[in-house]
Nanobody
Framework: QVHLVESGGGLVQVGESLKLSCAAS????????VGWFRQTPGKERECVAA????????YYEDSLKGRATISRDNAKDSAALEIRTLEPEDTAVYYC????????????????????WGQGTQVTVAA
């Protein structure tokens, strides 16, 4: 199975940008759809972005459209999520996840569609 490790989280100021990275090992990341989820206390994980295996298909949650870019580098077994113009509402633990198949919303953005998860990285946006 694929093993995922996120990095790049931290404390940032409102309006700044942040790039989260996801490193895969164990299996080629090219086999998987990659999704980025975030979770805040008391709430369910929500998918904020996803990308299919060859990078030709992407999804963005409405609040990130226009200020986020999901990408992948299959040769380096990695994926990334860059978020620009960060807002306090972006504060959350961000998770990288992998799924076998690409499906359009709502199926493809459900957490249960993704069997493989990283440990998460905290992003805190200070007002």
């Amino acid at each position: 199975q694929v093993h995922l490790v996120e990095s790049g989280g931290g404390l940032v100021q409102v309006g700044e940008s942040l790039k989260l990275s996801c490193a895969a090992s164990g299996r080629p990341i090219s086999n998987y759809v990659v999704g980025w989820f975030r979770q805040t206390p008391g709430k369910e994980r929500e998918c904020v972005a996803a990308i299919n295996q060859d990078g030709g298909g992407t999804y963005y949650e409405d609040s990130l459209k226009g200020r986020a870019t999901i990408s992948r580098d299959n040769a380096k077994d990695s994926a990334a999520l860059e978020i620009r113009t960060l807002e306090p509402e972006d504060t959350a633990v961000y998770y990288c996840a992998a799924a076998w198949a690409w499906n359009p919303p709502p199926l493809g953005i459900r957490a249960e569609h993704y069997p493989y998860w990283g440990q998460g990285t905290q992003v805190t946006v200070a007002a």
